[in-house]
């Protein structure tokens, strides 16, 4: 009896872990706004980046109406774009609106 419930103890523990998720709340503003570790949707950009600066963005998968993966903010913020990662500037991520 002990042994079979030391194992579904561990069991929990071990299912608590693997579905541990964070607390992502609907975030209107910018990917530096984002919680790492949740998803966002790309609105647009700020009019303060050229419009050459944004092509070069949007050729990278930032485009609007799609969803990107925020995986951390330090010392760079780092999206999940598909397969890819992307390292942003902190003023940059700021100037990427989402939703």
Not at 7 to 26: M, N, T, V
Not at 47 to 52: E, H, K, L, T, Y
Not at 68 to 76: C, I, N, R
Request: hydrophobic share 35%; aromatic share 6%; net charge positive.
């Amino acid at each position: 009896m002990r042994r079979h419930l030391g194992k579904q103890l561990l069991h929990d523990s071990i299912h608590a872990f693997r579905h541990k998720r964070r607390r992502c709340f609907r975030v209107c503003g910018s990917l530096a706004d984002v919680t790492p570790g949740c998803r966002a949707c790309i609105q647009g950009f700020d009019p303060g980046i050229p419009q050459n600066r944004q092509d070069h963005l949007m050729a990278y998968g930032l485009i609007p109406g799609h969803w990107v993966e925020v995986l951390q903010h330090s010392p760079v913020t780092v999206v999940k774009v598909d397969n890819t990662e992307l390292a942003l500037e902190d003023k940059l991520a700021s100037q990427i609106k989402v939703e």
